[in-house]
């Protein structure tokens, strides 16, 4: 078509070359376009034609002839889908507008398209503009000198740059991932969350987003991976026209944004601080806001931003162009399109929190990774291209693994290669590089001086002392930038010898900073911000400002690590490293010279870095936190901290969704393969670049090595591969929830074979479908340690499941296969390749016939079998000989499938089970299962359930049947054909449980016809079917030819009333039941137990097929009803049914409602009951009238010997075998007896001659009921106690209480508290009871109480002892209590507990006590008990003593005047005993005590305990002793003598000698003062006791001690624990104990001995017949030594009491203990605490306990008994009748073993409580069990 006008064809035709060339690379588009403006005959053809550009060309013209308005809509489609050249785009719309007018108008004004033209004209001079500024900037880097030399600089950006490795991360939730970027999470995140991909830099701007709506992209990477560097290519790229679609590209560096303070508008910041414009400013920002979505605008760097990127008040206004914004500001309406929107947002930053308003508006987000080792090789052939080495120099860096690690980090490979060039220029042979990465720094330092200042002007040392000053100038001004986060500096900020050096050698950039308008300045800043922290670092290690504590300061990790939840306001990255780097010896040389100082003033520095890594290393830290403290550990080389923090971190290498760098994998593996023992390192959601694990094979330390990510391919599993084969220590590893495919699998388990340790590999969660089951298996099997591979969730079919079963049976070290659902699990042997050997005796005398035996598991759950594989199934089972377990539940079997599988059972050898559970059974089925019962001799367990759908067959294994013991009784029968039957070996006892499958009682003939066969059942479960009262009755007359019967159940059957007298005449029918368990509740229970029996089996009835076993007359029999609702002539019948029930020893009627109507016929039938031993009624609510009936109870039945009802609700009746019992006890607690009551319940009583113990705590007697009791107990004739404690008693009850114990003549002890516990017992006896004692405590008496009190006691005129603790007795009250038991005609003892003992003076005291009226016999001070307690025999009483009754002085006596010592000695003449502990005394106090009390003749007992008194007073205490020449016991314990005082104390020593009693325990004698004190105690040949316990007596002191011990034959008793020796010493000592024939108590706890000395004592022990009490907890004895013990301890047949706790004595030890319990008749107290009991000891320890007639407490806490031992502890407690204490505290007792320890306790009336604190006892079973019975203590306290 021909245009009008010569200027349009002019136009189209210099565009329409252009068109051509760019749409060539764009034909689909094209063509796609083309046909919504052609018709389809228009485009015939056009296949033919292959070449792009004439296709092109030949559509353009098609276009073109369709008319001007067709080519218009061309092109406006044409510039809004397409990215066109500015130049381009203006001439097709120009031409296409002008076409349209021209033909449509016929008119055009030149005017209007000379203004358009020139409004195009401006920006796009704009444009060129920008982009010469970009190229000059950008296009090559500049040094911050004008003389610097070209090969200091780095190449040009398009010279040297690489392209860098960058992967784009798809996450969904960028907030997450930024915030954990480099923290690690709780738990592993799914694979699938995270999949990066890789990327190239045009990928960046391919997204598509809609049309208007800002993009942002956002870069990350660590620091030196070249961001900055890449942004800057960016810029270049866009000038060289490859980034067509941006006509303005804007950079903005965020380190130079930090200078602006004022707020700018939008063309401020766009042309002020970037470009300004030439002309015509405002049409070219109208046109770039036109064309914003052309625009690219570049933000870098924003983790340098000093400001708050976190903008919340920007998403809330709207911005206008003309605002003046901040630079935050600016940023957010950017990213959040307010400004310039539709335009291009690409930010970079060091791994960061992502700022909150980024979060939903971030379109891609990409991470840099920086050179992997294709890129190291690119950039070191552009490095090295001028260089004849270029070759030798790749070598190196391939060659030198740490070399390449550095060099992922593109910063850093470019340091290692200018390095590597110096020395490769130097030294053409022999190249030593760096170590690390601040070595590599330090050289790159010393290269550049070298470089500028020649090779020839002296040597390194010289040129680094000539730089000094400006180096440590450099140093201060990175210091300061970092602290003020500054990287920008002005030059008056910069010393200028420090800037010209800087900029000499390359170390600082200069470039113009914009500030507003034309107005700039220049800055500087170091050429890479790790160059910055280099120097600050150096500032810190060299500076003499910097002192240890401020370089610890700054060296403070732990802040900048644990920053989770904030944006990082630190811009020190590297800062740590290179202070680690610097802490090096090899950095120490340039540290000495660039300091000035000597090695020692920086070795000091460097090992503050160094102890604070070690220090680090012991936290608790993160994976991310890990990696940094490798990288700190392998920047120092020191390879003693090295292995001291890889030792602290071996359990710590689990990483968690970071990226790994090889670098970061190289400082890894260098901690790892440092530290002690093996470690585990696992990888969870990790990304990692495959030369990662190049670098791993060199770590020699992993055991466990996992990786966990969908991240993991066929690419990583390939070079996992290679790096397995040096992993020689590896036990475990775990490739899961990858992508792994079958085609990789097999090489990987090649690779793994070379891992001679490799026990466990762990593949699942991958993709292996098609795995060749043979291959993998066959390699799996030569591994000789091999023991699991798990192949789970990998998608394998039934056949390759199946295929895999069968290679299994047939690998001999396979032991287990495991399959459910999409488990799959293969377990072998282990390492012999062997499993454990049969234990046959015979075999194992002939070693060389043991023949391996092999156990197989096969379990298929949930695999879709059906019947048509029942057949595959069997013979794959009857081919293996050694199965052991078949699950084959889940399935579709069928009963035809089960019935061939069980057709075929006795061909099958399964020694364990069989699961067809879940198989689709029906009745018919389940009848075949119980037939293979009697066909199957071997099976001993059948549990199956229709509802449940269940079927499980258990079996017994040939060694199991052969260890079976014959059974104890014969089976005889009278019927000889059924002898001829019965008399075959007896078979395997078999268990039926058949639950829950809607049985009748029509099934039960086909039923019973079944098992009939079934002549071996042992145990009968039929519960939760609908048997009913027929089913019942018809099954019990089936039940003789069950003839091993032990167990039957049938619950929840639907039973009646009816069947429970039926069953409990069967009770009396069938004597061989032990315990009948009935409930008609919500859920019925019906258990019946049966004896061992001896059966007789004969066709007259049905009852005669069973004779009693002698051994059930001594166990007796139970029965037990609950929840069963019964009125009185129910409970008629039922007592009438269970009378004649022989041996029935215990009945427990509990729950079932029973009124007193009801009771009141139980009880009456009491006895008729003739072996009854336990009625228990528990939750059943009683009236009083029927708390009184129990009571009552006692004058029914005189076999009853205690009655205990709590709460009104549980009650329990204790009878004897004899039929009138010597004692009787009453218990009603809690059960409100108030006044109303008691007079009723005291008739009771008063009828019973026998009662022992009444308790009556927990009630409501109040006042009134204590008075109407008391009244009552006046006419009490026998010897009684009460307890009266929680009555609501006031201080009134109390007084009224004390006058009928001061008034009555059998009332002998009363004690009353008023305190939390308001205990009040009262104790009455018949007969002739010199004793009468009182004790009150905090009863909180006022004034008034006190003075009824003392009138009361003066009317008690027997009182032998008072004790008064916390009763508001003031010391005027004390004396008046005093002048009130004046009148007293016998011994009195006065107990006086009150706070102000504790601050009265020892003098106060004595005052005090000599102003009684009689003589005193003891005193006894004791202030850390508050206690001051008094012996007093009072003279006749006279009417008048005037001395007596004046009041007490309390000032302090003068105890210079003659009258008070007089007073002192006359009172004290008789005193015996003297006992002061804790008191202060003083000189004065010190002089009284040795000059008036010691010497006093009939003083026997002195003791002076935990006391101080001065040095000088001690010794003349010390010499005073020498005057007690009656004493027969003294005490000085804790009174710190240590042995400079025992040469003093064995002066008095000399001068007892009736000394009999020696207490010395801590103080600190030593051997020393043992030895010393041994000499005195040779001639005191009355001693009976030596306490020298916690004294650090060694060897030297005990063996001192051993010779003086041959020579005391009354020694009783000795206390040496918590002293120092060992066994040699503790050898000497029981030597000599063995001569100690009258030792009762041995006390040798926490000495350490040890078994040898065990040993030694155990063959002391027959020599001490006369032993009591033996402690030896805490010695280290061990098995050895405690089995000794064990067996030697039966020769003291008089111990009382015996302690080995805390010793790990071995279950022989125990077991031997166990025997010998019998042994011990005295025996009161066993502690075996923490001594490694466990259920396997408990039943013979039971059986031991059961047979000591005395024992009142075990203690059995700490140790690992369980339920089993439990139940066995409480089996045994009904026999052992004195038990008060059982401590089973911290075990491992769960529900049952609880439970069974409440049932036993009811029979137990004697125990005090039971410790069952922290034990997994459930809280709701706990706290059910303490309601029942409170004796059951489940708490601490």
């Not at 390359?506 to 800055?523: D, I, N, P, R, Y």
């Not at 916690?1590 to 624990?1617: C, F, W, Y």
Request: aromatic residues 6%; contains cysteine.
């Amino acid at each position: 078509m021909q245009f009008q006008g010569d200027d349009l064809h002019l136009d189209i035709v210099s565009a329409h070359s252009q068109l051509v060339e760019f749409l060539s690379h764009r034909p689909v588009w094209l063509l796609t376009t083309s046909q919504r403006f052609l018709p389809g005959v228009a485009l015939y053809g056009l296949d033919g034609i292959t070449n792009h550009k004439e296709k092109v060309s030949v559509l353009l013209g098609l276009l073109e002839e369709a008319g001007p308005a067709t080519w218009e809509q061309f092109v406006q489609c044409l510039c809004m889908e397409c990215d066109l050249p500015l130049d381009l785009e203006t001439q097709l719309m120009s031409s296409a507008r002008e076409g349209f007018a021209r033909c449509h108008h016929h008119s055009s004004s030149m005017c209007e398209k000379d203004v358009k033209r020139q409004q195009l004209d401006a920006p796009k001079k704009y444009r060129h503009l920008l982009m010469d500024s970009v190229r000059q900037r950008y296009g090559s880097r500049r040094g911050a000198g004008a003389g610097v030399k070209e090969q200091m600089q780095p190449l040009a950006v398009n010279q040297a740059f690489v392209n860098l490795v960058i992967r784009q991360s798809k996450t969904p939730c960028l907030k997450e991932r930024m915030e954990k970027s480099r923290e690690d999470v709780a738990g592993a995140c799914k694979p699938e969350e995270y999949v990066d991909t890789a990327m190239k830099v045009s990928d960046l701007f391919c997204s598509v987003v809609p049309s208007g709506t800002t993009k942002v992209i956002f870069l990350f990477g660590k620091p030196g991976t070249g961001k900055t560097m890449l942004m800057h290519s960016i810029c270049q790229k866009w000038v060289e026209g490859d980034l067509p679609q941006f006509l303005f590209t804007f950079l903005f560096e965020f380190r130079q944004l930090n200078l602006l303070k004022r707020k700018l508008t939008l063309k401020e910041l766009l042309f002020d601080l970037f470009l300004q414009t030439e002309d015509s400013p405002e049409a070219v920002f109208q046109y770039l806001l036109e064309n914003t979505c052309r625009t690219l605008i570049i933000f870098d760097g924003l983790d340098e931003f000093a400001a708050n990127v976190d903008v919340s008040g920007s998403s809330e206004r709207g911005p206008t162009l003309t605002s003046c914004m901040s630079i935050s500001e600016f940023f957010a309406d950017v990213c959040h399109g307010k400004l310039l929107p539709g335009c291009t947002v690409l930010v970079t930053s060091r791994p960061m929190r992502l700022p909150d308003f980024l979060v939903n508006t971030v379109n891609l987000l990409a991470e840099i990774w920086g050179f992997d080792h294709e890129k190291i090789k690119e950039y070191a052939s552009h490095y090295f291209r001028q260089h004849s080495f270029k070759e030798q120099a790749i070598a190196h860096l391939k060659n030198n693994i740490k070399l390449l690690s550095m060099c992922h980090v593109p910063a850093l490979c470019y340091v290692v290669c200018n390095c590597l060039e110096y020395l490769l220029l130097r030294h053409q042979t022999n190249v030593e590089l760096p170590q690390t990465m601040t070595q590599f720094y330090i050289k790159m330092l010393l290269i550049f001086i070298n470089k500028q200042q020649g090779e020839h002007e002296g040597g390194e040392e010289a040129k680094l002392h000539c730089n000094r000053k400006a180096i440590l100038g450099l140093c201060d001004l990175a210091m300061k930038g970092l602290e003020e986060r500054k990287l920008v500096f002005y030059a008056g900020e910069i010393p200028e010898r420090v800037k010209e050096f800087a900029s000499l050698h390359g170390l600082l950039t200069a470039f113009e900073v914009k500030m507003s308008g034309t107005c700039s300045e220049v800055g500087y800043a170091f050429v890479h911000l790790s160059l910055q922290e280099f120097f600050a670092a150096l500032c810190l290690m060299v500076s003499r400002r910097v002192d240890m504590n401020y370089l610890r300061k700054k060296f403070f990790l732990k802040s900048k690590w644990t920053l989770k939840n904030k944006a990082k306001t630190e811009i020190m990255e590297s800062f740590h490293i290179f202070l680690s780097g610097l802490s090096s010896k090899e950095c120490r040389t340039f540290l000495t010279l660039l300091a000035g100082q000597d090695e020692a003033w920086v070795q000091d520095k460097q090992d503050v870095i160094l102890q604070f890594l070690k220090k680090l290393a012991a936290t608790n830290l993160t994976g991310p936190k890990v990696i940094e403290l490798c990288h700190c550990t392998f920047e120092t080389q020191d390879l003693k901290v090295a292995q001291h923090i890889g030792g602290l971190l071996n359990f710590k290498y689990e990483f968690k969704n970071f990226r790994l760098t090889p670098l970061d994998m190289l400082a890894l593996v260098f901690v790892m393969n440092l530290g002690q023992g093996l470690a585990r390192l696992g990888f969870t959601g990790c990304l990692m670049d495959i030369d990662c694990l190049e670098i791993l094979a060199g770590c020699k330390s992993v055991e466990h090595l996992s990786f966990r990510s969908r991240r993991y391919g066929d690419d990583f599993a390939a070079a996992l591969s290679k790096s397995l084969r040096g992993m020689a220590s590896l036990k475990t590893l775990e490739l899961t929830s990858g992508s792994i495919t079958a085609k990789r699998i097999i090489d990987l388990v090649q690779a793994s074979s070379h891992c001679p340790q490799l026990e466990e590999i762990n593949l699942q969660d991958n993709r292996i479908q098609n795995l060749q089951v043979k291959r993998a298996m066959d390699l799996f099997s030569r591994m000789e340690k091999l023991k699991k591979i798990d192949l789970s969730n990998n998608n394998l079919s039934l056949g390759a499941v199946l295929t895999l079963a069968e290679e299994v049976i047939t690998r001999q070290n396979a032991t287990e296969l495991l399959v459910r659902k999409d488990t799959v699990i293969v377990y072998f042997s282990g390492p012999s390749g062997k499993v454990p050997r049969s234990l046959d005796l015979q075999w194992e005398e002939k070693k060389e016939h043991v023949i391996p035996t092999r156990q197989v598991k096969l379990c298929l759950q949930d695999c879709s079998l059906s019947s048509q594989h029942a057949k595959e199934i069997v013979a794959m089972l009857q081919s293996c000989p050694c199965l052991s377990e078949v699950d084959l539940s889940g399935n579709k079997l069928g009963d035809e499938g089960c019935s061939c599988l069980l057709e075929s059972l006795p061909w099958i050898s399964i020694s364990k089970q069989l699961d067809l559970s879940q198989n689709c059974l029906s009745v018919n089925g389940i009848c075949s299962l119980l037939k293979s019962v009697s066909t199957c001799q071997k099976m001993m367990d059948v549990q199956l359930s229709l509802c449940h759908e269940t079927a499980v067959l258990r079996f017994i294994g040939d060694s199991e049947s052969s260890s079976i013991p014959p059974r104890d009784e014969a089976v005889c029968f009278i019927d000889d054909q059924q002898y001829g039957e019965e008399n075959q070996t007896p078979t395997t006892p078999q268990k039926i449980r058949l639950t829950d499958s809607r049985f009748q009682a029509g099934d039960l003939e086909k039923l019973c016809a079944i098992l009939k066969e079934c002549s071996s059942i042992s145990e009968l479960d039929l519960s939760n079917n609908n048997l009913g009262d027929a089913g019942l009755l018809q099954l019990f007359q089936f039940l003789p030819n069950l003839r091993r019967l032990s167990s039957l159940k049938l619950n929840d059957n639907h039973i009646s009333l009816n069947s429970v007298f039926f069953l409990a005449q069967s009770l009396s029918a069938l004597e061989d039941i032990k315990v009948m368990d009935l409930s008609l509740g919500h859920r019925q229970v019906v258990h019946v137990a049966f004896w061992d029996r001896i059966r007789v089996t004969s066709t007259s009835r049905w009852r005669s097929g069973f004779l009693m076993h002698p051994k059930h007359d001594t166990e007796g029999r139970c029965f037990r009803l609950r929840d069963c609702r019964m009125g009185p002539e129910d409970v008629t019948r039922l007592c009438q049914t269970l009378a004649r029930c022989p041996q029935l020893t215990q009945i427990d009627l509990s729950e079932n409602s029973l009124c007193d109507q009801s009771i009141e016929r139980l009880l009456s039938f009491l006895p008729y009951l003739c072996h009854l031993k336990l009625l228990s009624i528990r939750n059943n609510t009683f009236s009083p009238c029927c708390i009184v009936l129990l009571i009552n109870s006692i004058n029914l039945c005189e076999r009853i010997r205690m009655v205990e009802v709590r709460s009104s609700e549980n009650a329990f009746l204790h009878l004897g075998a004899a039929m009138r019992s010597q004692k009787t006890s009453c218990r009603l607690t809690d059960c409100a007896v108030g006044q109303g009551q008691i007079d009723e319940l005291c008739k009771v009583l008063e009828q019973h001659g026998r009662l022992a113990e009444v308790d009556l705590s927990r009630n409501q007697l109040g006042l009134e009921g204590l008075r109407c009791l008391l009244d009552h107990l006046h006419q009490v004739p026998f010897t009684c106690s009460f307890n009266l404690s929680r009555n609501r008693i006031s201080q009134d009850g109390v007084l009224h209480l004390i006058n009928a114990f001061a008034t009555s003549g059998n009332t002998t002890e009363v004690q009353a508290s008023l305190c939390s516990k308001a205990t009040l017992f009262i104790k009455l006896t018949n007969r002739d009871d010199p004793r009468k004692i009182l004790r009150l405590t905090e009863c909180k008496f006022q004034p008034e109480h006190l003075e009824k009190l003392c009138l009361l006691l003066e009317k008690c005129t027997g009182l032998t002892e008072y004790i008064s603790s916390y009763n508001n007795v003031t010391v005027q009250a004390v004396e008046r209590l005093l002048h009130s038991l004046r009148k007293n005609l016998g011994p009195l003892k006065i107990s006086i507990e009150e706070p102000w003992v504790h601050k009265e003076s020892v003098m106060n005291l004595i005052y005090l006590a000599v102003r009684t009226c009689g003589n005193i016999t003891e005193i006894t001070i004791c202030k850390d008990k508050n206690l001051f307690q008094l012996g007093v025999r009072f003279p006749h009483y006279l009417e008048k003593v005037e001395s007596d009754v004046s009041r007490l002085n309390l000032c302090k006596p003068e105890i210079q005047h003659a009258g008070f010592n007089q007073r002192v000695h006359e009172n004290c003449a008789r005193l015996q005993e003297l006992r002061w502990s804790h008191v202060e005394l003083h000189s004065d106090e010190a002089e009284m005590l040795v000059r008036i009390l010691l010497p006093l003749p009939e003083l026997k007992k002195f003791g002076l305990m935990s006391s101080s008194i001065m040095p000088a007073g001690m010794d003349y205490l010390i010499l005073g002793l020498q005057n007690c020449q009656a004493i027969e016991e003294l005490n000085l314990g804790h009174m710190k003598l240590g042995s400079a005082a025992v040469p003093k104390l064995v002066l008095g020593l000399h001068e007892m000698p009736s000394l009999k009693r020696l207490i010395l325990n801590h103080n600190s004698i030593g051997d020393d003062g043992c030895c010393i004190l041994t000499e005195a105690l040779r001639n005191m040949h009355y001693m009976e006791e030596i306490n020298l316990s916690h004294n650090k007596i060694g060897d030297p002191g005990l063996t001192t001690l051993a010779a003086v011990l041959l020579e005391m034959q009354n020694l009783k008793r000795i206390n040496l624990s918590g002293n120092t020796p060992s066994s040699a010493g503790g050898a000497k000592l029981m030597e000599a104990l063995a001569y100690c024939k009258c030792m009762e108590e041995l006390l040798l706890s926490q000495n350490g001995f040890g078994s040898r000395t065990a040993v030694k004592l155990a063959c002391c022990l027959p020599h001490m017949t006369n032993l009591k009490v033996l402690h030896l907890q805490n010695n280290n004895i061990g098995p050895e030594g405690g089995m000794e013990l064990a067996r030697a301890l039966v020769a003291c047949r008089l111990l009382e009491e015996i302690s080995l706790s805390e010793n790990d004595l071995g279950q022989g030890s125990i077991c031997a203990l166990s025997e010998g319990l019998p042994c011990f008749e005295h025996l009161r107290k066993i502690d075996l605490k923490l001594c490694g009991v466990t259920d396997d000891a408990s039943k013979s320890l039971s059986q031991g306990f059961r047979q000591c007639p005395s024992m009142e407490e075990i203690i059995l806490s700490w140790n690992a008994l369980g339920d089993g031992g439990a139940q066995e502890l409480a089996s045994a407690l009904a026999g052992m009748e004195k038990l008060k204490v059982l401590d089973l505290e911290k075990n491992r007792i769960g529900a049952c073993g609880a439970s069974k320890l409440a049932e036993e306790l009811v029979k137990c009336p004697e125990i005090q409580f039971i410790r069952l604190w922290d034990n997994p006892v459930p809280r709701g079973l706990a706290e059910n069990l303490t309601s029942q019975d409170p004796r059951l203590c489940f708490s601490f306290y």
